[in-house]
């Protein structure tokens, strides 16, 4: 199994920054993608960034710009930078790890971080 945990969410207002962290543990691999997904009251889960074991990013359209994932592959954490924050980001975001072709078999998730972006 892989833990995941989740830090650095919380209260910000429009337009302002936050900073979240992902570490994992357990019977993680390096070889794992890394990502950030996000679920807003009454929506599915999104993607909102991921990230490769050769930090190749993907992130959704509407973070394009204002998101940066990055990973440390030998502290095993993976980070979100959010930068221009507005009430559409307001969510639980959802650090996630799984194996690059076996996602069937291997993959975790975090418990959940929330941000919410308000005045």
């Known amino acids: 199994q892989v833990q995941l945990v989740e830090s650095g969410g919380g209260l910000v207002q429009p337009g302002g920054s936050l900073r979240l962290s992902c570490a994992a543990s357990g019977r993680f691999s390096g070889i794992y993608v890394m990502g950030w997904y996000r679920q807003a009251p009454g929506k599915q889960r999104e993607l909102v960034a991921t990230i490769t074991s050769g930090s190749s990013t993907n992130y959704a359209d509407s973070v394009k710009g204002r998101f940066t994932i990055s990973r440390d592959n030998a502290k095993n954490t993976v980070a979100l930078q959010m930068n221009s924050l507005n009430a559409e980001d307001t969510a639980v975001y959802y650090c996630?790890?799984?194996?690059?072709?076996?996602?069937?078999?291997?993959?975790?998730w975090g418990q959940g971080t929330q941000v919410t972006v308000s005045s």
């Open positions: 996630n790890a799984r194996h690059p072709v076996l996602t069937r078999n291997y993959n975790y």
